[in-house]
Nanobody, 125 residues
Framework: QLVESGGGSVQAGGSLRLSCAAS????????MGWFRQATGKEREGVAS????????NYADSVKGRFTISHDNAKNTLYLQVNSLKPEDTAMYYC?????????????????????WGQGTQVTVS
C-alpha cells in the first residue's frame, strides 16, 4: 500500500515536499516513481529511483527543479519540488515496481508499475 501526502496550493516559485509511505518493501517494489496527471492530459512520469542503488531518472521538464529520494529506514519516498510553475499543477501519484523498470527507457509511461497510491493534488497559481 502506498499513501501520498504533502500536496497543496502554492504560488509560482514556491516549493513543496511530497511524501509516499509504503507499507512494505520487497525486491518487487524497489523501483519507485512519481507520476502526475493534469486535468485533460495523459499521465506522465516525473521521476523514478532504484531504492537499492540510488539510480534516478527525471523528466526533462523537471530536471534541476525536482529531486526524488528514498529513506530505506522509513520506507518512504519523497519528491522535493522547487521553483514550481503553473504547468506543474496536477495530481501526483506514487508508484512502485520491480527494480529493472528503473533501468528501462520506458519507465515514464508507468505501464510496468503495478502498485499505485491514491494521489496528492498540487496546485500552482
Amino acid at each position: 500500500q502506498l499513501v501520498e501526502s504533502g500536496g497543496g496550493s502554492v504560488q509560482a516559485g514556491g516549493s513543496l515536499r511530497l511524501s509516499c509511505a509504503a507499507s512494505e518493501y520487497t525486491y518487487t517494489t524497489n523501483c519507485m516513481g512519481w507520476f502526475r496527471q493534469a486535468t485533460g492530459k495523459e499521465r506522465e512520469g516525473v521521476a523514478s529511483i532504484y531504492t537499492g542503488g540510488g539510480r534516478t531518472n527525471y523528466a526533462d521538464s523537471v530536471k534541476g527543479r525536482f529531486t526524488i529520494s528514498h529513506d530505506n529506514a522509513k520506507n518512504t519516498l519523497y519528491l522535493q519540488v522547487n521553483s514550481l510553475k503553473p504547468e506543474d499543477t496536477a495530481m501526483y501519484y506514487c508508484a512502485a515496481s520491480s527494480w529493472y523498470n528503473c533501468y528501462s527507457g520506458s519507465w515514464a509511461t508507468g505501464t510496468d508499475f503495478g502498485y499505485w497510491g491514491q494521489g496528492t493534488q498540487v496546485t500552482v497559481s
